[in-house]
């Protein structure tokens, strides 16, 4: 990886930014269809750049590891909430994103998958929040569609409902940076 920048602030810093940045209380009901008394609002951390500063440099540590193992090629976020992240976290690693839409648009280039990819690519997911890990699946599953090697999931924050489980039987990593107790929200 050509460059990784190092974080300034440490965990627990960053993770109290973000928890008074993002955590809703109230009654919420999740992408799931679950019910819950707290919501993260990414949008609310994700548009702030003193909490993208830090967390790219996060990503990047992470990704750095796992790209010793073996090398990373490119790295990939979902629309809408996972392109600020993808973005910080190819600055700070070098390596080039690629955006996943929703669907396939029906105009243009009429593509899902933005940036370029090549067949085999390691490539590293990384997500906003997850819960059940549903959207980070959908989204791997059209990365491989299209040739890639998906190799890792890293989570934003991990509600710590199933994510993990369910990225890992996929034959996935999953790596969180943070979890809903990190940002001190207990059951």
Same mark, same amino acid.
């Given at each position: ?18 928890? =008074? ?20 609002? /990414? ?8 909490? *993208? ?15 010793? =193992? ?15 992240? %993808? ?7 070098? *390596?080039?994103?690629?955006? %996943? ?9 009429? /593509? &899902?998958? #933005?940036? /370029? ?5 390691? %490539?590293?997911?990384? =997500?906003? %929040? ?7 699946? +959908? ?5 491989? +569609? ?13 509600? &710590? ?6 990225? #890992? ?5 999953? +790596?969180? *940076?943070?979890? /809903? ?7």
């Amino acid at each position: 990886m050509p460059n990784t920048v190092h974080n300034v602030m440490d965990h627990a810093s960053i993770a109290k930014l973000i928890a =008074e940045a993002c955590v809703l209380r109230g009654t919420f009901t999740l992408r799931s269809g679950r019910v819950s008394n707290f919501y993260i609002d /990414k949008y609310l951390f994700s548009t702030r750049p003193e909490v *993208l500063r830090p967390l790219g440099g996060l990503f990047g540590q992470v990704i750095g590891r796992l790209h010793a =193992e073996r090398p990373i090629v490119r790295l990939a976020g979902a629309e809408l909430g996972g392109i600020p992240l %993808v973005t910080i976290a190819s600055m700070a690693t070098g *390596l080039p994103s690629i955006f %996943v839409r929703n669907a396939k648009k029906d105009y243009g280039t009429a /593509k &899902q998958l #933005e940036g /370029k990819i090549e067949r085999g690519d390691r %490539v590293v997911f990384v =997500e906003d %929040v997850a819960t059940t890990g549903g959207q980070a699946l +959908e989204a791997v599953k059209v990365l491989r +569609e299209a040739g890639a090697d998906v190799v890792a999931v890293i989570a934003t924050i991990d509600r &710590q409902e199933g994510a993990r489980e369910n990225i #890992e039987a996929a034959g996935l990593i999953f +790596e969180a *940076l943070f979890t /809903k107790a990190d940002l001190g929200i207990g059951e």
